[in-house]
């Protein structure tokens, strides 16, 4: 099978390097970005004959479409305001398509294709990365353990192994997408009704051994369509950002101060917009490629019938920097499982044909399994 990889940037690598090193099936693999050079280089560290690199221009709806051509199955690792397009350019060109997510309202367009990529015969699965992505499968594979289910909560977030001040923070994916975690709203289940919640609120403690004090927080996004997924099946189900303790005081102040919005506003006669430029500084003072974890835990409440009582389940995933690759642990945990995803749709594994939440489509035990296959390990607790 043919596989194409749109965008190279860490998550285009980690991907292209998961289609070429950790699966035996795939024969091709094309990866393509605005920057040939940049696609080169990909290509290059991969270090394969089996892959070639391209040049995209991600809005130019017919090059896109001419190059998804003749390729099995497409994962956008590019900006998310791209992907309701490339939907439509994958349902043309008849390729499943998979892609990172990042946004609701752009989930949102994409599931409205469903009735036309039913016709095309193919999958378009959003938010296939960490969170939405894998936690949404992880969530059904834990639900399955219960003969009655009353809370999901899901906690992640990946952090720098060596935390510099002020915020114990490093760039692991777009500024963009960090910034809109943080300004949307946040949607949960609460008392069995699904509700909005502002982000960078509900701080909480948590601890993973072997780490120094963390803390958690409602962010946008990470439930993705798990609420509607599990409206009338559970009682409670959120979803907040793992940090350093201490990081979500210091970014909320400089949200509170008006640095992330994008109204224009002039400053010594020049317009501007508070968000670019506070992206601009945090790309440019924030570290991006120092070695990294990223901790992954969901905490299950219901009841078996086999047990008496309240009976918890929890997963706990720890996964870091990758040595001997040089693939970082937020590639790991993003990329593979877009590949993974991407693998199962071009395999014919999938067999949901249309738009669908990637929690209705794939197999969780079968996910899961591949995951293991590539040492991203879950640790389980039961009480």
């Known amino acids: 099978m043919k596989i194409l990889v749109l965008g190279a940037g860490r998550m285009g690598h980690g991907a292209a390097f998961d289609l070429v090193h950790n699966s035996t099936d795939v024969d091709a693999v094309t990866v393509a970005d605005f920057d040939l050079k940049k696609a080169e280089e990909v290509a290059e560290k991969v270090g394969t004959s089996r892959i070639d690199a391209h040049h995209v221009d991600a809005s130019n709806y017919s090059d896109v479409v001419a190059l998804m051509n003749g390729h ?35 989930v949102d367009e994409q599931l409205a294709l469903d009735d036309e990529a039913k016709a095309a015969g193919i999958s378009i699965i959003p938010d296939c ?38 915020l114990e923070y490093q760039l692991v994916f777009s500024v963009e997408g960090l910034i809109n975690e943080y300004i949307e709203i946040a949607r949960v289940i609460r008392d069995g009704q699904i509700k909005t919640v502002e982000s960078m609120t509900e701080l909480e403690s948590l601890a993973f051994e072997g780490f120094p004090p963390l803390e958690a927080f409602q962010t946008s996004g990470g439930t993705s369509t798990l609420p509607d997924t599990f409206l009338g099946k559970v009682k409670q189900l959120d979803y907040k950002t793992i940090r350093y303790a201490g990081h979500c ?16 506003m002039v400053a010594d006669f020049v317009k501007v917009k508070p968000r670019k430029v506070f992206g601009e500084l945090l790309q440019q003072h924030l570290p991006a490629d120092g070695p990294d974890y990223v901790l992954v835990r969901l905490e299950f409440v219901g009841q078996k019938h086999d047990r008496e009582g309240v009976n918890r389940l929890r997963y706990d995933i720890v996964d870091k920097q990758d040595e001997k690759t040089g693939l970082s642990a937020m590639m790991r945990t993003t990329a593979f499982p877009a590949s993974i995803i991407a693998q199962m749709m071009a395999k014919g594994d999938i067999l949901m044909r249309g738009a669908t939440p990637q929690e209705k489509a794939i197999d969780p035990e079968k996910f899961v399994a591949e995951l293991s296959r590539r040492s991203i390990d879950i640790r389980t607790f039961e009480d």
């Open 249 to 264: 005081e210091k970014f909320k102040t400089m949200i509170d101060l008006g640095l992330c919005s994008s109204e224009e």
């Open 129 to 166: 990365g960490l969170a939405p992505g894998m936690v949404s499968i992880l969530a059904m594979h834990g639900a399955a353990q219960f003969d009655q289910l009353d809370e999901i909560h899901i906690r992640v977030g990946g952090l720098p192994q060596n935390p510099q001040p002020p």
């Open 72 to 106: 099995d199955a497409v994962i956008s690792c590019v900006n998310y305001w791209y992907n309701e397009s490339l939907s439509r350019a994958a349902i043309e060109s008849k390729a499943s398509f998979c892609d990172l997510g990042g946004n609701n309202y752009v």
